[in-house]
């Protein structure tokens, strides 16, 4: 994977730590890139690209012909870090609106290839339930649920889906621990439902057994 090269990295640094000492206001502009090359001691090319760098992370937007403005005194928390900390009732509320709209549009828009993939995750799903190592039994859950919101064809959706898919792992995994009755496992019928109402292309319905399903998963561990 190509990375950026590290004099950028260093340099949206010391940018980052003079905006926050106070030496640029919120709404005020920077000076120039060959001023900043200078007072930093680079190549107005690494302040091109710490200053993309920073406009990533939204504390300095570009305007086209006035120049780097200031928009934010410290960067936005990457999002990994957000998921990294939060706690299982926020990752399943999360969850609720991705995978609650999922199964919506998926009842209007999933495909014979998509009831094929419910078919084999639904079944990959039941024997995992039954006598499978937790890990083997969180994939197979995840598979399902990733399917739901695939045949929504939406690529955004899909993608903060998966996003999410490290810290849903292990927040089942933490909630397996606590489930001495495998409560968890044992809802099968659950996501059998959300499957058909997919098939029926019912998307109120879809959505109601998505919702109700996850909901009651969040009750459980509140």
């Known amino acids: 994977m190509i990375r950026r090269h590290p004099l950028a990295e260093q340099a949206a640094e010391e940018l980052l730590r003079r905006i926050g000492s106070g030496e640029w206001v919120l709404g005020s502009k920077l000076p120039g890139e060959t001023t900043l090359a200078a007072q930093l001691g680079v190549g107005r090319s690494t302040i091109r690209e710490a200053v993309r760098e920073l406009a990533g992370r939204r504390v300095l937007e570009s305007r086209q012909g006035a120049g780097v403005f200031v928009i934010a005194l410290q960067a936005a928390e990457d999002w990994d870090k957000v998921l990294r900390k939060a706690d299982i009732t926020d990752v399943l509320e999360g969850r609720l609106a991705i995978e609650t709209e999922g199964a919506r549009l998926a009842a209007s828009r999933r495909t014979p290839a998509d009831l094929r993939n419910f078919r ?35 690529a955004v959706l899909t993608e903060l889906f998966d996003t999410f898919v490290p810290r849903i792992r292990r927040a089942m995994t933490d909630m397996l621990k606590l489930d001495d009755e495998h409560r968890h496992r044992h809802d099968q019928a659950a996501h059998e439902a959300i499957a058909e109402a997919i098939r029926a292309k019912d998307p109120e319905l879809a959505a109601t057994r998505a919702r109700e399903h996850l909901s009651a998963v969040r009750s459980s561990v509140s």
Not at 122 to 146: G, Q, T, V
């Open 120 to 154: 084999y995750t639904l079944a990959d799903r039941k024997r995992a339930a039954a006598n499978s190592p937790d890990d083997w039994y969180i994939e197979a859950d995840l598979a399902f649920h990733r399917a739901v919101v695939t045949a929504a064809h939406n």
